[in-house]
């Protein structure tokens, strides 16, 4: 069996699991309304902390950000050990402006278009699977020989739940904001197909708990067992 990463899923959510206010928001205004307890920042803080040295995530979250923009007055903590951002986009949907760091995920079926992009812009990429969605095992063997070890999952609650069910989250760190938002449709940490059975659900093992910061914010520390 080839070597891949350890994948960390790194994130901030309300007590009751939503990963922001409602469908197509950005959760940066929780920050902004200052109502997430610092969760926001503390996250990021952790990636350093977790060891981790590249930020995971999925095009979806891109998309929802750029298309509900939120100013931040006092920017984000960027984590130092972080080496690069790697973002899983099968569909081949961005139009990349920032590229500095940047590593995308796509399928080896992907509209041609997209690899001329990347390629007329110098970003770094791999291609996995050649399904209807990327192969996320053979994306992490690919990043392992690029040198990665230890990615920190960022979400959304879509390319969560896809590492969540295919067994390949190693860890999870959850920092809860003082909010209960609610909601029916609403994204959560994990989105994903329904369970069939309880057996089937993936059982973590606690590492620590601990309040973070000092307006209400508590992290939650698991490792998964197989």
């Not at 951002?85 to 997209?114: C, K, P, S």
């Not at 959304?156 to 989250?169: D, K, P, T, V």
């Not at 089937?200 to 000092?214: M, N, Q, S, V």
Request: charged content about 25%; aromatic content about 8%; overall charge negative.
């Amino acid at each position: 069996m080839k070597k891949r990463p350890e994948v960390v899923l790194n994130i901030f959510s309300s007590v009751d699991g939503r990963i922001t206010t409602a469908p197509n928001h950005n959760v940066m205004e929780w920050t902004e309304k200052e109502v997430d307890g610092d969760a926001n920042d503390l996250t990021h803080r952790l990636y350093d902390e977790l060891n981790c040295d590249s930020l995971v995530s999925g095009s979806e979250s891109l998309i929802v950000w750029s298309g509900d923009w939120v100013e931040l007055e006092k920017p984000i903590t960027e984590p130092k050990k972080s080496k690069a951002y790697i973002v899983f986009d099968g569909r081949g949907r961005m139009n990349w402006g920032q590229t500095e760091g940047l590593v995308v995920v796509t399928r080896e079926n992907v509209d041609t278009r997209y690899i001329e992009q990347l390629e007329s812009k110098n970003i770094t990429y791999v291609q996995a699977g050649s399904g209807e969605h990327i192969n996320l095992g053979k994306a992490l063997e690919m990043l392992y020989e690029f040198g990665f070890r230890r990615l920190g999952l960022s979400g959304g609650g879509s390319i969560n739940g896809a590492f969540l069910r295919e067994g390949l989250i190693d860890e999870v760190s959850i920092v809860l904001a003082p909010l209960a938002i609610g909601g029916k449709k609403t994204p959560t940490v994990f989105d994903c197909e329904d369970l069939s059975s309880i057996l089937e659900a993936t059982k973590l093992e606690l590492i620590e708990t601990k309040p973070l910061g000092d307006k209400g914010a508590v992290w939650l520390y698991y490792r998964t067992t197989k």
